[in-house]
């Protein structure tokens, strides 16, 4: 057996990618489309979970794009089935009679377990489903959704309270790392 084994063939210890290897890496790639900001403002968003769309071809053209936006859109339960309803995908510059509708609802492919905790919570407790995020995964379009619980006005200036002090005490931070180096 020689001594030139794995480190040296293939691309492994020399850090190089071949194209194909470095295209793979991309698509493999989290690309976020759009995020729902006011969602992080309105609502303390407790478990996450990751779904799919299912979109027709120019939804996904225009999200390829970069446009979209999820700061009205809600996630509804309807029939053992989660739709994604509000979310604007504006319609695809290039369509033609084909374009779809911007403000469809869309369904979202989740687990039947992950449906029916969803229904639960909702129904039981008080929260709503929120699209936090949207996004290209392995060239698959997805959305992070959260159960969230609504926030009251002193809950929101408390959050922004503790934003600014955590800025506070990095600059603070900063600041002092300055003046010992």
């Not at 968003?45 to 779904?51: F, G, N, Q, S, T």
């Not at 509000?86 to 449906?115: M, Q």
């Amino acid at each position: 057996m020689s001594k030139k084994g794995g480190a040296s063939s293939g691309s492994g210890a020399s850090g190089k990618l071949t194209p194909s290897q470095r295209a793979k890496a991309e698509s493999d790639a989290k690309k976020v489309i759009a995020r729902n900001k006011k969602a992080t403002h309105d609502y303390f968003l407790e478990d996450r979970y990751e779904a799919g769309l299912s979109l027709t071809g120019t939804e996904v053209k225009a999200l390829r794009m970069g446009r979209a936006s999820l700061s009205e859109a809600w996630v509804e339960i309807d029939g053992g089935e989660a739709w994604l309803q509000g979310a604007n995908i504006p319609e695809y510059f290039y369509g033609t009679w084909t374009n779809h509708a911007p403000k469809r609802k869309r369904k979202l492919l989740l687990h039947k377990r992950e449906i029916v905790r969803l229904e639960s919570a909702v129904a039981a407790k008080g929260y709503t489903i929120v699209p936090v995020e949207l996004y290209f995964i392995g060239g698959r379009a997805k959305v992070e959704i959260a159960l969230a619980r609504g926030k009251q006005e002193w809950d929101k200036r408390q959050t922004i309270r503790q934003r600014e002090d955590n800025r506070e005490a990095q600059r603070a931070l900063r600041e002092a790392n300055r003046r010992a180096h």
